[in-house]
């Protein structure tokens, strides 16, 4: 049986890092790729690719306009969130024979939002 003798049989890892992979992250998430699909043309880890920021300037600028994408695509998601929230209530509306449904869907929704900020203050 062996057994552990220590660290003294632990190999070191070769470093994966090279400039022209972190210029290919840098092109790939600027492009608009996900650092997950990134990562994976890369075939290193996400954990390495941030890692690699503070060794990289054009890599770190990357990020940057990563996340801002991030963020967009949130806010744009979000809002398209609710105009179905509204189209659901509009639709509601009009299944209630309301002579006016887009003022009651819309009302109906201004209604919802107040009582949703109500119970998150409690």
Known sequence: M???TGWGNLK?????????IAAQAAKLLQSGESLTAT?????ISRA???NWRDRDPA???AFGTFEANKAKQEAKRQKVNHFK?????IVDAAREDSPDPVK??????????VKGGREAGL
């Open 48 to 50: 390495s690719l941030r």
């Open 104 to 113: 009651a869907g819309l009302e109906a929704q201004k209604q919802a939002k």
């Open 12 to 20: 070191p890892q070769k470093l994966k890092y090279t400039p022209a």
């Open 85 to 89: 929230e509204v189209a659901a209530e």
């Open 39 to 43: 990562a994976r043309s890369l075939r």
């Open 59 to 61: 890599l770190n600028r």
């Open 2 to 4: 062996i057994y552990n």
